[in-house]
């Protein structure tokens, strides 16, 4: 949920320096300028919009006395399209007032039609309690809005299902508990007049195409009780809404993307660390199982850690109010205490202003340092991200963001944090050692101009389809018709599962076989998840899907729960049990792995005469073998362990390119340095599809190889992580030109001699990152997209 006015500051201290004058002293530092570019964000000012006219004065009043004097244009806007009829998406900024565009059309079709229903769905119960708060404090007649969750105790169910008409509830709880229920929601599906998906870009991969189906379920009931809801979606802003949302309920969705809501101007600078000579010192990793001579090559940036560290420091020294975003708790203290030695060491005392914001504090304590900051007592704060904060914590003179946070939506909504309206703020992102970090600071219009990142899903993926056609079924036999709705390769699904036994036909339809219902996890992935459980207590922390367990909970694997540090024990595979205690080495853990892989068949592909683009299914081996230990303040491998896992088996979805070896030659490349030059483009191709789709690293994996028994050619393969594919190797594929340009600028903009983790190295390579050859992989991208068609 988000207010829907600009949030405001009244207390605080003097103003600072001016943004641009803090940025100029800030770079003259060192001896070269970080700074890869400056993008002043200029304050808008609002748009407001007359409240629509079908909108009853009994709600703007309702409104009114909440401090919503009117709305701003674009939720004018997508209110209208809704209470039109039309399914609408609403993809804007963080603090744009989402909610309003949701609640006009839906509480003034409650108030109008005294029978009506709404159904409300966000990710998490915590922002539905916030939001049933904001529907309440409305005070409408006749509303009766309530959260249904896990905890809403049993004594309450009845009275919700029979009285709310404005009901709050997640995907989890709609799968679990209402669909399978439907015979006591009969009443309210009947009704059902609008559903609200709030937050819908979380809805992603494996996961989302779960929702995906669940949705589809619930269109279904609606349709047997009668009821064709208005759906209304709101989203961050993102690559193509449209597409996503329409994928995600299964119907034509309009996007309205116009932010209208006023912002405070931020000077937004673009950070890129230093190179360090190489061998100079702790920095520098040594590759381990490398036997080569190629360790003297190694090549790093200082650390964004250190880097955002001095520059907390001297925007303290100036006076000025600075939150620092950091991805792990231990780095928001080794950020919190480097920044304090160095101000100690300027003026003794000083270093007293700067703090770690901690997990594990309670929440009166965080809102109290929040407080600190807010009111300049504290000048200097390092955090691990957003969410934890107060909503309260806004208005700041500067924001360090160290290392791309994964996409637009979070970063925007950690440089958010900045600025007021009527005085200008500071943002700085500092890259780390990652391509995509690399990319991003280099080619600024793909922060600032249009976003291209989406949000993926693959509602076809048959392990997600047919699990949730078993739970169709259950709830009401398949009909013919019914197929139809879940989509491409439902047919298939259906006739798998007869055959298991699952299902029964007959003439009316696909039955459900056996009196207990399907388990169905939403966020699993057919394999059974690990549970991870801390010894000494017996706590349950939480689930990992099978597939990621080998690679973040082997033994030794730190572990991060809610930014609270844990390392792993044991992991027990038959039990399906990680076994952690608390600690806070000063290390983090990375998995490795080797990869075996066979192309099953192909779906689509484009024949660019030297050079084949292809999507296909790809049965993948894969085996963590190994992991390395780095210290967390620097980045110098520790050392790497050895680990006994089993291999894994995946059918998966995969996008792959080949190249004929006489293109190789003409480009230059040559017979030799075609396995590095593959690999170094198949590390920085992996490091850049998150700029086309919202996934991180974990999500996908590749192989590359000189020449693949299957396409007798050199080729480079990316797959989905997933089982059935998640939907990221198909953006891929959709992207292919736009995805391997920005490979091949990242690589060729990366200022080191030979290849760094900042280009073409990958943390998670199998092969310790050997061979690579980072001019070589120019090449054969240059090939590649001399011939691939825009
Ligand atoms: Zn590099
Ligand atoms: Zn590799």
């Known amino acids: 949920m988000e207010s829907s006015s600009a949030a405001t500051v009244s207390a605080g201290p003097s103003p600072g320096p001016a943004p641009a004058d803090l940025l100029r002293r800030l770079r003259a530092r060192g001896a070269a300028d970080p700074v890869t570019h400056v993008e002043r964000v200029p304050a808008r000012p609002g748009v407001p919009a007359p409240w629509p006219s079908w909108a009853p004065p009994e709600l703007r009043a309702a409104f009114a006395r909440r401090g919503v004097v009117a709305p701003w244009q674009h939720q004018a806007q997508a209110a209208t399209l809704a209470y039109e009829g039309e399914h609408v998406v609403v993809a804007t900024g963080t603090a744009s007032g989402k909610s309003l565009a949701y609640q006009l059309p839906a509480l003034a079709t409650l108030l109008a039609d005294p029978r009506a229903t709404v159904l409300y769905l966000a990710p998490t119960k915590a922002l539905a309690a916030d939001q049933l708060r904001a529907v309440a404090a409305l005070e409408l007649e006749g509303v009766r809005p309530a959260c249904y969750d896990g905890d809403t105790p049993r ?148 650390s964004a850690l250190r880097e955002t560290a001095d520059l907390l420091a001297d925007t303290v020294a100036e006076g000025v109010r600075t939150l620092a ?34 997990g594990g504090y309670l929440r009166e304590e965080r809102r109290e340092l929040e407080r600190a900051l807010l009111h300049g007592d504290l000048l200097g704060l390092a955090s691990t991200n957003a969410l934890e ?118 003439p009316t339809g696909w039955y459900w076989r056996h009196r207990e219902r399907p388990e169905v996890d939403l966020r699993g992935e057919g394999g059974a998840p690990v549970c991870v459980v801390e010894s000494s207590t017996g706590r349950l922390l939480g689930t990992v899907d099978g597939g990621s367990s080998h690679f973040l909970l082997h033994s030794g694997a730190v572990y991060l729960h809610q930014g609270v540090s844990y390392v792993v024990d044991d992991l027990d595979l038959a039990d399906g049990c990680a076994l952690v205690h608390a600690e806070e080495p000063d290390w983090s853990t990375h998995a490795r792995d080797v990869t075996d892989l066979s192309v099953v068949s192909v779906r689509s592909y484009v024949d660019a005469g030297p050079v084949g683009m292809f999507l296909g299914e790809v049965d993948v081996t894969s085996q963590v073998v190994s992991y390395q230990r780095r210290r967390i303040a ?95 190797a198909e953006r891929a ?58």
């Open 634 to 728: 620097t980045g110098e491998v520790i050392d790497t362990r050895p680990l006994d896992l089993p291999a894994r088996e995946l059918r998966t979805v995969a996008v792959w390119f080949t190249l004929s070896p006489q293109s190789l030659t003409l480009a230059g490349v040559q017979p030799a340095d075609v396995p590095g030059a593959l690999h170094a483009a198949e590390h920085a191709a992996i490091g850049l599809l998150p700029l086309m789709a919202t996934c991180d690293r974990w999500d996908i994996g590749g192989l590359s190889t000189a020449v693949h028994p299957d396409t007798e050619a050199p080729t480079v393969f990316v797959y989905d992580g997933h089982p059935g594919g998640a939907g990221f």
């Open 389 to 506: 904060l107060g909503v309260d914590l806004v208005g700041l003179d500067a924001v360090l963001i160290c290392g791309y946070p994964g996409t637009r939506a979070s970063l925007w909504q950690q440089a958010g944090r900045a600025g007021r309206s009527g005085q200008e703020a500071l943002a700085v992102l500092v890259a780390r050692d990652d391509p995509l970090d690399t990319y991003l600071v280099h080619h600024p219009e793909a922060i600032f101009g249009a976003p291209v990142e989406a949000t993926v899903l693959d509602p076809a993926n048959p392990y997600v389809l047919a699990p949730q056609l078993a739970c169709a079924a259950f709830e009401a036999p398949l009909t013919p018709a019914d197929l139809a709705l879940f989509g491409d390769g439902a047919k298939e699904a259906v006739d798998q599962l007869v055959a298991a036994g699952a299902l029964r036909q007959r």
């Open 155 to 302: 004594a309450e169910r009845e009275w919700i299902r029979r009285h709310s008409r404005f009901v709050l509830t997640n995907p989890d709880m709609l799968h679990h508990g209402v669909l399978p229920g439907h015979a006591q929601w009969s009443g309210f599906l009947r009704r059902l007049a609008y559903v609200v998906i709030d937050e819908c870009h979380t809805y992603r991969g494996v996961f989302g195409s779960h929702v995906a189906h669940v949705l589809r379920r619930l269109r279904r009931q609606c349709a047997r009780f009668g009821s064709t809801p208005v759906f209304v979606l709101a989203s961050a802003t993102s690559g193509d809404p449209s597409t996503a949302a329409g994928r995600l309920t299964g119907l034509p969705v309009t996007a309205v993307t116009e932010d209208a809501s006023p912002r405070g101007g931020v000077t937004f600078a673009l950070w890129e660390p230093p190179l360090l000579p190489p061998d100079s010192g702790p920095s520098t990793p040594v590759p381990p199982q490398s036997t080569g001579d190629h360790d003297d090559l190694q090549q790093v940036r200082r």
């Open 325 to 358: 975003f950091v991805r792990s708790r231990k780095g928001a203290e080794v950020v919190a205490a480097n920044a304090r030695r160095a101000l100690d060491d300027a003026v003794p005392g000083l270093g007293g202003r700067v703090a770690a914001y901690r």
């Open 733 to 790: 594929y959709g992207t292919a030109a736009a995805w391997l340009r920005a490979t091949r600028d990242a690589i060729a903009e990366c200022g080191c001699e030979s290849g760094c983790p900042s280009c073409v190295q990958s943390p998670k390579c199998g092969n310790g990152n050997n061979p690579l050859s980072k001019p070589d992989a120019i090449r054969v991208l240059d090939v590649v997209l001399a011939n691939l068609p825009e």
